[in-house]
């Protein structure tokens, strides 16, 4: 009999072999890569003598439709109920209302973390000489930062307001025709992303964790999120990791901590990548760098993603591809987000043979040249598949 995934007292999860996991389709391409996703994550459990109940709960376009909310309350207490979730692209609504499901949602269920892992699989076309150097896991932080969604438009009377009063108890001059936005970075939200990002770093045996900041020029913000950030590692990890200043850069068996300019992160990504580890960063630039590292080893098609909250053990795992419109329902595009975020799920409930399972096959599909259209583009001798004969084709591997 199925069961929800139920958290224990001590913040780790409970899962049966048969979980209640709800799903949402996602829209445009998501009626592809949902049911290629699907059916490589059933193959895999099964493997291993366990079944998945699915439970489909409705957001964006389909949830419109059927309800005229773009984001049902009754989803996200579905999600909440059952901890761990998965779903598919949505669309960001045109227009007032919410600015960003996907944001929403993180911030509805505090789902702290934005986890990336980047990797490259062998035969995956690169624009790097050396794409099997890229090996990275990103902790971007979910809920502050310009993410927080504090803004307010030019020429309205509370931005007006604000810059009246700013200029009144501040001196600070600013253009009267601006559009306004807060970015709050807070002790609490830096502290619990880098101390995922640790623990993380910790029980993997990774080599270090970098944070990735701005704060030469935003002091009190990205600057505290650095300051915060080495503190937790000395306060809290103090046997397990140090700081490179403290070390003289050689960490012996602990975790090596550092920090690094964003600006200069974005060249020593491209040029030195076996330099890099784990990262922990800001909403904002976590955002840009999870997709700048994904255009090393493959593109955004086939980047994996989870929102995590790491002390509740809640969970929502995804495709980090937009909806791609124009190709849905043509049975044609990459799952390999969706899916690879599907392993990713399985690792966070303690699945990992299957999780490694789908990983091994996955390379080995992509090895053998077996591709969607979007490789089959850039690479030569290969055998051109749809994204149901790709997931086909894993299956087959596994």
Same mark, same amino acid.
């Given at each position: 009999m199925a069961d929800r995934i139920t958290m224990t007292a001590e913040g780790g999860l409970t899962v049966s072999d048969e979980p209640i996991i709800p799903f949402i389709e996602g829209?445009?391409?998501?009626?592809?890569?949902?049911?290629?996703?699907?059916?490589?994550?059933?193959?895999?459990? !099964?493997?291993?003598?366990?079944?998945?109940?699915?439970?489909?709960?409705?957001?964006?376009?389909?949830?419109?439709?059927?309800?005229g909310e773009w984001l049902p309350q009754s989803t996200v207490d579905t999600l909440a109920s059952h901890v761990i979730g998965i779903k598919g692209p949505l669309t960001t609504p045109v227009g007032g209302g919410i600015r960003s499901l996907n944001v929403a949602l993180r911030q509805m269920m505090d789902l702290y973390v934005c986890l990336r892992p980047v990797r490259w699989f062998p035969g995956v076309p690169s624009p790097l000489r050396h794409p099997e150097r890229v090996d990275m896991v990103i902790f971007r932080e979910n809920t502050e930062d310009v993410y927080a969604g504090? *803004?307010?438009?030019? $020429?309205?009377?509370?931005?007006?307001?604000?810059?009246?009063?700013?200029?009144?108890?501040?001196?600070?001059?600013?253009?009267?025709?601006? $559009?306004?936005?807060?970015?709050? !970075?807070?002790?609490?939200?830096?502290?619990?992303?880098?101390?995922?990002?640790?623990?993380?770093?910790?029980?993997?045996?990774?080599?270090?964790?970098?944070?990735?900041?701005?704060?030469?020029?935003?002091?009190?913000?990205?600057?505290?999120?650095?300051?915060?950030?080495?503190?937790?590692?000395?306060? *809290?990890?103090? *046997?397990?990791?140090?700081?490179?200043?403290?070390? $003289?850069?050689?960490?012996?068996?602990?975790?090596?901590?550092?920090?690094?300019?964003?600006?200069?992160?974005?060249?020593? !990504?491209?040029?030195?990548?076996? *330099?890099?580890? !784990?990262?922990?960063?800001?909403?904002?630039?976590?955002?840009?760098?999870s997709d700048a590292l994904a255009a090393q080893v493959g593109g955004i098609g086939i980047a994996p993603g989870g929102n995590v909250n790491y002390v509740t053990g809640h969970g929502i795992f995804e495709a980090t591809h937009g909806t791609a419109p124009r190709y849905a329902g043509q049975d044609k595009v990459n799952p390999g987000s969706l899916l690879l975020s599907g392993a990713m799920m399985f690792e966070h409930i303690g699945w990992q043979d299957a999780a490694d399972d789908i990983v091994r096959a996955l390379a080995a599909t992509i090895a053998d040249r077996v591709v969607t259209y979007d490789f089959a583009r850039q690479m030569d001798g290969v055998r051109k598949v749809s994204t149901s004969a790709f997931a086909q084709a894993i299956v087959d591997r596994l």
């Amino acid at each position: 009999m199925a069961d929800r995934i139920t958290m224990t007292a001590e913040g780790g999860l409970t899962v049966s072999d048969e979980p209640i996991i709800p799903f949402i389709e996602g829209d445009g391409t998501g009626v592809d890569i949902w049911p290629a996703t699907r059916m490589v994550l059933d193959a895999a459990a !099964v493997r291993h003598g366990r079944r998945i109940e699915w439970l489909e709960v409705l957001a964006g376009e389909k949830a419109y439709r059927e309800t005229g909310e773009w984001l049902p309350q009754s989803t996200v207490d579905t999600l909440a109920s059952h901890v761990i979730g998965i779903k598919g692209p949505l669309t960001t609504p045109v227009g007032g209302g919410i600015r960003s499901l996907n944001v929403a949602l993180r911030q509805m269920m505090d789902l702290y973390v934005c986890l990336r892992p980047v990797r490259w699989f062998p035969g995956v076309p690169s624009p790097l000489r050396h794409p099997e150097r890229v090996d990275m896991v990103i902790f971007r932080e979910n809920t502050e930062d310009v993410y927080a969604g504090f *803004e307010l438009e030019q $020429g309205s009377r509370e931005a007006s307001r604000l810059i009246e009063y700013l200029h009144d108890s501040f001196g600070w001059s600013i253009r009267p025709d601006s $559009g306004m936005g807060i970015k709050p !970075v807070s002790v609490t939200g830096s502290k619990r992303l880098v101390r995922a990002a640790l623990d993380y770093a910790v029980k993997r045996k990774r080599r270090s964790v970098t944070l990735v900041h701005k704060g030469n020029i935003m002091k009190y913000t990205e600057g505290a999120f650095r300051h915060w950030g080495y503190r937790v590692a000395a306060e *809290e990890f103090p *046997e397990r990791a140090v700081a490179w200043e403290d070390c $003289g850069d050689q960490p012996g068996d602990r975790v090596l901590v550092k920090d690094v300019i964003a600006d200069i992160c974005f060249q020593q !990504v491209l040029t030195r990548p076996d *330099e890099f580890d !784990v990262i922990a960063t800001t909403n904002l630039n976590g955002d840009y760098l999870s997709d700048a590292l994904a255009a090393q080893v493959g593109g955004i098609g086939i980047a994996p993603g989870g929102n995590v909250n790491y002390v509740t053990g809640h969970g929502i795992f995804e495709a980090t591809h937009g909806t791609a419109p124009r190709y849905a329902g043509q049975d044609k595009v990459n799952p390999g987000s969706l899916l690879l975020s599907g392993a990713m799920m399985f690792e966070h409930i303690g699945w990992q043979d299957a999780a490694d399972d789908i990983v091994r096959a996955l390379a080995a599909t992509i090895a053998d040249r077996v591709v969607t259209y979007d490789f089959a583009r850039q690479m030569d001798g290969v055998r051109k598949v749809s994204t149901s004969a790709f997931a086909q084709a894993i299956v087959d591997r596994l």
